[in-house]
C-alpha cells in the first residue's frame, strides 16, 4: 500500500502562482512514476503532468504546457507541481497519483486507470 498526501491548494488570483506538494509513504518511492490529475465540477478527472521514476522524464498536458511543472524528490518521497500563470480554467481538486506499473525508469503513462494510488485532493481556485 502507498498512502499520498497532498497539500498547498488554495485561492489565487489569475496570473499568481502556487505549489502542490505530495508526500508518499508506505513503499519504495523511486518505484513509481507519479503524476498529477485534476477534476473540476461537472467533468471527467483529467491528466495534468506526470514524472518517470527517476524524475528524468516529465510530460504534460497541452493545457498546461509552459506554465506547469512537475519534479520529485525521490530523497523526500515527495512530489511536486509548480503551477504559474494560473487561469480560473484551472480550478479543481488536484490529486496525485502513484504508478507502480509503469515500466523502466524513464516511463510514463497518462491514463487515469494505469495509476494505483491516489491521494485525497487538494481544492485549487483561480479567480478572474
Known amino acids: 500500500q502507498v498512502q499520498l498526501v497532498e497539500s498547498g491548494g488554495g485561492l489565487v488570483q489569475a496570473g499568481g502562482s502556487l505549489r502542490l506538494s505530495c508526500a508518499a509513504s508506505?513503499?519504495?518511492?523511486?518505484?513509481?512514476?507519479m503524476g498529477w490529475f485534476r477534476q473540476a465540477p461537472g467533468k471527467e478527472r483529467e491528466f495534468v503532468a506526470a514524472?518517470?521514476?527517476?524524475?528524468?522524464?516529465?510530460y504534460y498536458a497541452d493545457s498546461v504546457k509552459g506554465r506547469f511543472t512537475i519534479s520529485r524528490d525521490n530523497t523526500k518521497n515527495t512530489v511536486y507541481l509548480q503551477m504559474n500563470n494560473l487561469k480560473p480554467a484551472d480550478t479543481a481538486v488536484y490529486y496525485c497519483?502513484?504508478?507502480?506499473?509503469?515500466?523502466?525508469?524513464?516511463?510514463?503513462?497518462?491514463?487515469?486507470?494505469?495509476?494505483?494510488?491516489w491521494g485525497q485532493g487538494t481544492q485549487v481556485t483561480v479567480s478572474s
Open positions: 497519483a502513484a504508478d507502480f506499473r509503469a515500466g523502466g525508469d524513464w516511463s510514463i503513462r497518462t491514463g487515469r486507470y494505469e495509476y494505483d494510488y
Open positions: 508506505g513503499r519504495t518511492f523511486s518505484k513509481f512514476a
Open positions: 514524472a518517470s521514476k527517476n524524475g528524468a522524464n516529465t
